[in-house]
């Protein structure tokens, strides 16, 4: 598979890559350090989270900040979901550009430009929805429109990161919002991004209860006064089990749960929010095996997040070898039991999966011990 792809087929290590498709035992031929997706284990995660949602009555609406690809997009949607939530503008408009037509950006934006990239994706997608915080927000925003821009008001619940701290700016937001023609209050945002890491899923529901009962007062708030909030937005991979039972959503953004990472495997342990595969890993090649006591990979810095826990292996040779960042470019890998070689394959699970998505122009898809396809990570890079 080519679609999509553009310029970047031209390059060696992309065009290395599509030599291999199809050809038993090409997933360990694959140009390292390599994004590779596990078909079976990813489909699995997509299909899992959807009859969640089904189940509870939820719409679904993965956030796409975790993967920036249109083809991953599509197969959630494919399966359920409602539409993607993008983190940023520039991420909603690549993936607007490659043909996704339902986005919510969940970070609210300031100034003029920003105001008017917003109104111009909600002109030409089929269902945006923009998030403000601020009076200001909505004035830029409607005086950019030159047609109906759904927005969601975004709540504080207890992140401290962005939107509004209660009643009382939730009310002059959505009068602000009212008094913009083509402005229309669909409903409000309340996520706790420092609840989806949380050990324990005691702890998780204690911390979501609170956050919840700050967004269900705002909603109170409200409609009190006679504003329709229909939509109710929020929550993640590691408190969709308390959402659920919760029943103040309306609607769950989690993202991780289609890769996995050893930050949320570590948090959710066996609770039923952590059954999902590691369907994503970074494949590195050793390099260097001459240390008596380690081995060095090509996977280092630039290859892997740094801001959460250590990377681990997957490959079952070196189950239990720590790993080490080693500069920018390498990667330490504990030696296990029996010879290593130059040239060996290991594929490592990262510690957070949505940084180290960042660090990849293409994905690898593969299925067993066979490349089926390569596609674009188009939003890549997108942070503006």
């Keep these: 598979m080519t679609s999509g792809l553009g310029a970047l087929a031209d390059h060696p290590h992309v065009a290395q890559a599509l030599a291999l498709i199809g050809r038993p035992g090409s997933r360990h031929a694959i140009p390292t350090p390599a994004a590779v997706l596990d078909l079976d284990a990813f489909e699995a995660n997509v299909a899992r989270m959807a009859e969640r949602a089904r189940v509870a009555g939820l719409a679904l609406r993965p956030h796409a900040k975790s993967h920036k690809c249109s083809w991953i ?19 909603a408009e690549t993936l607007a550009g490659a043909g996704i037509e339902a986005i919510l950006v969940t970070s609210p934006v300031a100034g003029e430009g920003p105001a008017r990239r917003a109104a111009a994706l909600a002109a030409r997608l089929a269902d945006f929805r923009m998030v403000l915080d601020h009076p200001d927000g909505a004035a830029e925003l409607g005086a950019a429109a030159q047609s109906p821009v759904q927005v969601l008001i ?18 002059a ?3 602000a919002v009212a008094d913009q023609p083509n402005l229309r209050l669909i409903g409000l945002q309340g996520y706790g991004g420092h609840w989806q890491h949380m050990p324990g899923a005691g702890a998780r529901a204690m911390a979501v209860a609170e956050g919840m009962a700050r967004l269900s007062a705002v909603r109170a708030s409200l409609e009190e006064v006679g504003f329709e909030i ?67 990979v090509d996977a280092g810095l630039k290859a892997l997040a740094t801001d959460g826990p250590l990377p681990y292996p997957l490959t079952p040779k070196f189950a239990g070898c720590d790993f080490r960042f080693f500069g920018d470019e390498h990667g330490l890998l504990m030696r296990p039991d029996g010879p290593v070689t130059r040239g060996e394959r290991v594929e490592l699970a990262p510690g957070h999966i949505d940084p180290t998505m960042d660090r990849y122009d293409i994905l690898h898809l593969v299925r067993g011990d066979v490349l089926e396809a390569v596609v674009p990570l188009e939003a890549r890079g997108a942070s503006q």
Excluded at 74 to 88: D, L, M, P, S
Excluded at 154 to 171: E, F, I, K, N, Y
Excluded at 230 to 256: I, K, M, R, Y
Aim: net charge negative.
């Design 73 to 91: 997009a599509r197969r959630q949607i494919e399966a359920g979901a409602a539409g993607v939530c993008c983190a940023k503008l520039a991420e």
């Design 173 to 175: 937001v959505a009068r």
């Design 154 to 171: 975004d709540v504080d619940v207890g992140l401290g990161r962005t939107g509004v701290s209660g009643p009382g700016q939730a009310l």
């Design 230 to 296: 229909a939509v109710v937005t929020g929550g993640g991979t590691g408190t969709f089990a308390t959402d659920a039972a919760l029943g103040v959503l309306t609607e769950v953004q989690p993202g991780s749960y289609a890769f996995m990472d050893r930050e949320y495997r570590e948090a959710l342990g066996d609770d039923p929010d952590g059954a999902f595969a590691q369907s994503l890993s970074v494949a590195a090649t050793v390099i260097s095996a001459n240390h008596p006591k380690w081995v060095t």
